[in-house]
């Protein structure tokens, strides 16, 4: 990650003063909520900030808060769904190393958390004040939110009946308890977040959001590549649309959206009915390129980014097959071959899953369940299909056709318990003209059997043979050969009685 280039141009951000009205949200408070600041928090990244310092209380009764002062706007994106439990903390840094150390002094902090929402460019209007507990709709007051210390089920249960998510101020700070936690209970993927943290004290210091529960069961993740300026990674949709896109970069105020042809750079204007907005409801494939403004006329260019949207849904076009082995060598390797559509290919959309099938003798079964790579290794002789997909784009699936793969049995039991009575090669049924022949150890032919016949049943002229190792050649026409070539093979194998 391109941390260490683009971290100073996010504190940029932090920097500006966020306000609310007291009685309703205005223009200025619609700003706080879009120019939000990305956070995450993972093994690798646990991003600290400076706080805001000088600012008056920006308003009174919020959420479980009774009033917020220097507040900072933060949002975070869902990667893994599952639980995420958040530890927020505040200090005076001292050390300049993003940590706590000893010797620093914590500060009070306090904090109300929103969600879930498809994007982070909200209007503050739909961030509820108070909370509903009789859950009627009407009169949401902040006197009914909960301190989640007091009651750590309220806001995971939605007792409050609002999108707040959790809310919590420090209790004791006399006694230096100054570290909230904060909790969402099932996050889904690409679910945004919103959070506002309060720095009461009004002393310049750093504010930490680090993800405590990162390696339990269950676990979610953030998504950290919400840092990086732009537009994030391209995306592969299974037929499903409308799909909310977004991005932004440092400095900008206002952007404009531009939609192209996959594979083309032929940019056009798309009609923006909410005024300059990073963020965009798209309803079909395409290349879209957001453009940066650093004012709200839109005359100044920032930067500029673009991403692909694109239906995978008929992705696949037909699935093939190698084997590296050749027929009779045990356990074989073999790769699935996908043709994709020409723009799947264009695009370089390779996110694609594989899943091997065997008939067992009454269908197919999954033998391999879907993987990410094409190779299936250690696989024995039978009849297989592979099936192909856009990865987790059930729709797209394409199966190839049946395949063989010559084997054989490296024993058999011919003693009347109806399991592993005869010995025969394994589909060799399927090829007619094959010739196999059964020695002893000394040579003699004991043997001749026909393909797609009983097998051998460990007798010679109605005698019994005794548990021992016998021998086979088999002359055939090796399936992988386009040109069905005659191949001999010998081999042996163990009558146990």
């Known amino acids: ?58 308003f009174r009764g919020l959420g479980c808060l009774n009033t917020t002062r220097n507040s900072s706007w933060y949002f975070i994106r869902i990667d893994q769904p599952g639980e995420l439990i958040f530890d927020i903390r505040q200090w005076v840094e001292i050390r300049e190393n993003n940590n706590l150390d000893r010797g620093e002094r914590q500060l009070d902090v306090d904090f109300v958390a929103w969600g879930p929402f498809e994007t982070s460019f909200i209007d503050c209007d739909i961030l509820a004040r108070g909370c509903d507990n009789n859950g009627d709709g009407e009169n949401l007051r902040p006197e009914e939110c909960v301190n989640n210390v007091d009651d750590p089920a309220y806001y995971i249960e939605n007792q409050d009946n609002t999108n707040i998510i959790d809310c919590s101020y420090a209790r004791t700070p006399e006694e230096d308890i100054f570290i909230e936690t904060f909790t969402i209970p099932s996050a889904q993927s690409g679910e945004y977040y919103m959070i506002l943290i309060t720095n009461f004290s009004d002393e310049p210091g750093v504010i930490q959001l680090q993800q405590t529960n990162l390696n339990a069961a269950n676990a979610g993740t953030t998504d950290c590549s919400i840092l990086e300026p732009g537009v994030g990674a391209d995306i592969a949709t299974c037929g499903e649309f409308p799909v909310t896109i ?15 042809e996959a594979g083309t750079t032929n940019f056009v204007d798309v009609p923006d009915p909410e005024g300059g907005v990073p963020f965009l409801e798209v309803n079909s494939p395409g290349v879209y390129e957001l453009i940066g403004y650093s004012d709200a006329g839109r005359t100044i260019e920032v930067d500029r980014d673009d991403l692909v949207v694109l239906d995978v849904s008929g992705a ?91 084997g054989y049995p490296k024993y058999f039991t011919p003693n009347g318990d109806g399991f592993h009575e005869t010995w025969n090669l394994i589909n060799i049924e399927d090829q007619p003209s094959a ?37 086979f050649r088999v002359e055939f026409n090796e399936p992988r050969d386009p040109n069905m070539r005659r191949r001999v093979f010998a081999g042996n194998f163990s009558l146990i009685r």
């Open 246 to 260: 977004e991005g932004r970069f440092p400095d900008a105020v206002s952007y404009r959206w531009r939609r192209a």
């Open 435 to 471: 010739l196999i022949y059964i020695f002893d150890r000394y040579g003699k032919l004991l043997k001749q059997l026909r393909p797609g016949g009983p097998g051998w049943d460990g007798t010679y002229n109605g005698k019994i043979m005794p548990s021992s190792d016998y021998w």
């Open 316 to 406: 696949v076009i037909s699935v093939g097959h190698s084997i590296a082995e050749e027929s009779f060598a045990g356990g074989y390797t073999i790769t699935a071959e996908v043709e994709a559509t020409q723009e799947v290919s264009a695009a370089e959309f390779n996110n694609f899953e594989y899943r091997l099938d065997r008939d067992l003798g009454n269908g197919f079964v999954t033998y391999r369940v879907f993987q990410s790579s094409p190779v299936f290794a250690n696989v024995p002789p039978g009849d297989y299909r592979i099936t192909a997909r856009y990865a987790n784009c059930e729709i797209s699936e394409r199966e190839s056709e049946v395949f063989m793969i010559l």
């Open 1 to 58: 990650m391109k941390m260490a280039k683009i971290l100073p141009r996010i504190l940029l951000f932090i920097s500006i003063v966020l306000l609310f009205n007291t009685t309703v949200y205005g223009q200025d408070d619609d700003l706080a909520c879009r120019t939000a600041n990305p956070f995450c928090s993972d093994a690798s990244q646990e991003l600290t900030f400076p706080n805001i310092t000088g600012e008056d209380i920006s």
